[in-house]
């Protein structure tokens, strides 16, 4: 038996694994099995963690399709939100920021208020990089997008209006999977409704379609900051809801929440 736990940020949804608990398993294969909608708990991603007594974590995340990720902005403030929730199970002193190790670099997550196991934080995401527009041929069309690395590698196309189902489903994935991304890449699609305001479509490297993302928040706001007059602090709207953006000098800044939902056990065999 291992010890999972659930939490999600705007529908984003992780399973949080203790790494001493996967020792000498295969997590690809255990990741997918863990993430299947119908035959495992349900994910779009594992992320495999260790928490140290002072509440600083250290996280390395699995997508649902058993591929490694740098980082995810919504997987990260779920794994502070179960920091949180946990060290007030054990009845330890509450903490007001919690620092995490990553893939992609050590990030920061201040406290901004909480209600049950939901829990509201402002994280530094540090700088956008390789932030440039360019067009890619891609499904018998040629495309402008903005690429960049928000600790993850991202795309970002700035339409007028968010494609359909049918071209969302046929341009996420092969953007996804483009030639020109080698290890893949996350994609966004976005609209600037306002001059402070971003509503957007994901498609995840490595998941699919999701309701929300922060690292993605993240990319189509920088994009529409640097490619279409889009102010320096935004609210970005996915299906699951809206998360703030803001590109400060010393970089970028994400405030939303994350639910601690499910803490329990996996019982089936791992073979």
């Known amino acids: 038996m291992i010890q999972i736990a659930k939490a999600h940020a705007y529908g984003n949804d992780f399973l949080f694994v203790p790494m001493e608990q996967a020792e000498g398993v295969r997590r690809p294969e255990l990741s997918r099995r863990l993430c299947d909608r119908h035959l495992g708990v349900g994910g779009d991603g594992v992320i495999y963690y260790t928490i140290?007594?002072?509440?600083?974590?250290?996280?390395?995340?699995?997508?649902?399709?058993?591929?490694?990720?740098?980082?995810?902005?919504?997987?990260?403030?779920?794994?502070?939100?179960?920091?949180?929730?946990?060290?007030?199970?054990?009845?330890?002193?509450?903490?007001?920021?919690?620092?995490?190790?990553?893939d992609a670099g050590w990030k920061v997550l201040t406290l901004i208020g909480w209600q049950g196991s939901r829990y509201t934080f402002r994280a530094a995401m540090g700088q956008p990089e390789r932030v440039a527009k360019e067009t890619l041929d891609v499904d018998g069309q040629t495309v402008t997008v903005t690429t960049l690395a928000v600790g993850n590698p991202q795309c970002v196309q700035l339409v007028a209006a968010l494609p359909d189902r049918e071209r969302f489903n046929r341009l996420?994935?092969?953007?996804?999977?483009?030639?020109?991304?080698?290890?893949?890449?996350?994609?966004?699609?976005?609209?600037?409704?306002?001059?402070?305001?971003?509503?957007?479509?994901?498609?995840?490297?490595?998941?699919?379609?999701?309701?929300?993302?922060?690292?993605?928040?993240?990319?189509?706001?920088?994009?529409?900051?640097?490619?279409?007059?889009?102010?320096?602090?935004?609210?970005?709207?996915?299906?699951?809801?809206?998360?703030?953006?803001?590109?400060?000098?010393?970089?970028?800044?994400?405030?939303?929440?994350?639910?601690?939902?499910?803490?329990?056990?996996?019982?089936?065999?791992?073979?």
């Open 52 to 102: 140290a007594p002072d509440g600083t974590a250290r996280m390395s995340l699995i997508n649902a399709d058993g591929s490694p990720s740098e980082l995810s902005g919504n997987g990260l403030r779920c794994l502070a939100a179960l920091v949180l929730h946990l060290r007030e199970t054990a009845k330890l002193p509450p903490l007001r920021e919690v620092r995490v190790d990553t």
């Open 172 to 271: 996420g994935p092969a953007l996804s999977t483009h030639r020109h991304f080698p290890q893949g890449t996350n994609v966004e699609f976005a609209v600037v409704e306002a001059p402070n305001r971003v509503r957007i479509l994901i498609w995840e490297r490595g998941v699919g379609p999701t309701q929300a993302s922060g690292t993605g928040a993240c990319a189509a706001a920088i994009a529409a900051m640097a490619h279409a007059g889009a102010e320096r602090d935004v609210e970005v709207i996915a299906p699951g809801g809206s998360q703030r953006v803001e590109w400060r000098d010393d970089g970028i800044y994400l405030t939303g929440w994350a639910e601690v939902v499910f803490n329990g056990r996996w019982v089936a065999e791992l073979s």
